[in-house]
C-alpha cells in the first residue's frame, strides 16, 4: 500500500475510534457516572463491538491490546473528561460529532465484515458480524447506562445503512476489486447514506 | 437413527427456534422497538442461550452459523413483524405459544447439558449450562429491552423444571439409555412438567 | 508454598467468593427475585469478574468449573437466602461485609493480573483484566436487576483502588519479589486503601 494511504487510514481509524468514546463520554456525563464510569463507558462504546465480533470469531489479540496507546489517551482523557467535552465541543460542531460517529459506523463495519470473512464463515453471517462490529460499541454503552439502547428503536437508519455497505463490500470483494479500495468505497457508501437518511430524516418501519 | 426420527426432531427444533424468536418479537413490539430491533431482540431470544454456552465452552460453529437459513427466515420475519405477529396470533392460540415454548426449553435445555457433558464438563456444572442454554436467550431479551429479566423474578417453575429435565437426562445416561431415547424423554418431562405447574399455578419460594 | 500459607489463602478466597456472592444475593432479594434469580445474580457477582477475563483471554477451566464445590454452596444457600442472610446480620456488622468485600476486591483484582501477565498481556492491559476481575462481577450483578451499575457512579474509589493496588503489584514483580509476598502485600494494599477511603469519604471528581 502507498504510505500516504495508510497514513490517511490511520487517521481516519483513529478519528472513528476517538468519535465513538466521545458518543460514550457524552452519555456517561448524562447519567452522571463518575470518572471509572466515564472510562469504562468510552471503552466499551469505542471497543465493545470488535470485542465481541472477536469473541465470536475466536480472533486474537484484541485490537485495544494490539494498541494500547489507544486506550490510554481514553484513560487520560476522561480523568478529565468535563474538560475535554467542552473543549471539543468549541472545537467541533455538532454536524463534526454526527460525520465522525458515522466514519466510525463504516470503517468499523466493513473492517468487520472482511475480518469475518477471513474467519471462514459465510456471506451473511459475515454482513451481520460486520453491522455487529459497528453498533455493538453503543449498545453495550445503552445497556450499561441503562437505557434501551439507541439502535433498537432509533428508526433512523444506522445499523441500515452499515447492513446495505456490507454487502457493498462483498459485491466488491466478489468482483475482486482489490480490498483497500473496497474497503474506502464501502465504507464512504456508508458514510454517504447516514449522512443523507440522517438530513432526509428517513424513517425505518416501526 | 431412522430418517422419521430425524425429520421429527428436525421439525420441533424449528417450533422451539420460532417460538423463542417470537417470544422476542412480542418484547420488541411491546417496547416500540424499530424492524432493527425487532430482529436483533428475536436472533437474542432464540440464539442467546446456545450462543452463550458454546464461547463458555470454547465450542464452534455456532449453531446459527451452521444453519444461516433460521437467521434468514427470522431476519425477513422481524421486517413485517406487525404482519406476523397478527398472523400468528390469528392462527394460534395464546396457549399454543406456551407449549411451543415449552417445546424449546426442554429441547435447548438438554441439547445444551449434552453438549457440555460433550465438552468434558462435570455433570453439576453440564446441568447449569443446559439450564442456561434454555434461559439464557430471554434474559438477553430482557437486558436488552431494559426490564429485570423474568427468569429472575417470575416465582412459576421454568428454569427450574428444565434443571430437573437436565438431571433426568443425566440419570437416564448413566444408566445407558440411548441418548435420542434420553433426549426425547427428558424433553418430554420439561415440556410436561412446565405445563402442569403452568396450569396448577405453583410458585417458587419468594 | 508453606502449608499454613496454602491454608491462609485458601481460607482468604473463600471469604472473598461468599462475600461477593452474598452482596449479590442482598441486591437479589432487595429486587424481590425469586430463588433462581436469587442464585443467578449471586453466581454472577461471585464468578462474573473472573469468567469475563478468562473469556477475554482464552483462559480455560473457569475458576468455578474447577473449584464446583463453592456453586453447589451458592446454589443451596439462594435456597434459603432469606434466612442464611438474616442469620449473617445477626452474626456479623454491616462493616464485616465491607471488609469481606474489599478482601475480594484486592485478591480477585491481583489474581486478575497475575493470570493476565502470564497469559502475555502487556502491563496497562493486564492491570485493566485485574480490575475487571474484581468489579466486572458486581456490574453484571447491576444489570441484571437493571439499575445504573454502582462502580459506574458511586464516586468512593473502589475500582481506583483496584488499579492502584495492580500497579503496586506489577512493581513488586519488577524487583522480582516472590509472586506469593507480592499477592499477600498487594492483596493488603486495595483492602486498606478501600478501608481507609470509605472512612474518610474520599471521592472521584464527578
Known amino acids: 500500500m502507498h504510505p500516504r494511504l495508510t497514513l490517511a487510514l490511520t487517521l481516519i481509524e483513529a478519528v ?10 457524552i452519555e456517561a456525563r448524562k447519567r452522571r457516572l ?31 491490546v494490539e494498541h494500547q496507546t489507544y486506550v490510554i489517551v481514553l484513560f487520560v482523557a476522561s480523568l478529565f473528561a468535563p474538560f475535554v467535552l467542552r473543549t471539543l465541543s468549541r472545537l467541533f460542531s455538532e454536524r463534526a460529532l454526527l460525520v465522525a460517529d458515522a466514519i466510525g459506523l463504516g470503517l468499523f463495519s466493513i473492517s468487520g465484515t472482511s475480518i469475518a470473512l477471513e474467519a ?4 451473511f ?7 455487529a462490529t459497528g453498533v455493538f460499541g453503543g449498545l453495550i454503552r445503552d445497556v450499561l447506562c441503562n ?16 447492513f446495505a455497505g456490507c454487502w457493498l463490500y462483498l459485491l466488491l470483494d466478489h468482483f475482486d476489486v482489490d480490498s483497500v479500495y473496497s474497503l474506502i468505497i464501502a465504507t464512504a457508501f456508508i458514510l454517504i447514506a447516514r449522512l443523507v437518511t440522517f438530513k432526509l430524516n428517513v424513517r425505518l418501519p416501526h
Open 147 to 162: 437505557v434501551v439502547p439507541l439502535i433498537l428503536r432509533d428508526s433512523r437508519p444506522y445499523a441500515t445503512c452499515a
Open 120 to 123: 471462514g464463515m459465510p456471506a
Open 16 to 25: 472513528a475510534i476517538l468519535a465513538y468514546a466521545i458518543s460514550g463520554f
Open 125 to 131: 453471517t459475515a454482513t451481520l458480524m460486520g453491522v
Open 34 to 64: 463518575d470518572a471509572v464510569g466515564t472510562f469504562l463507558v468510552g471503552f466499551a462504546t469505542a471497543f465493545g463491538g470488535g470485542t465481541v465480533r472477536d469473541v465470536l470469531l475466536e480472533h486474537r489479540p484484541f485490537y485495544w
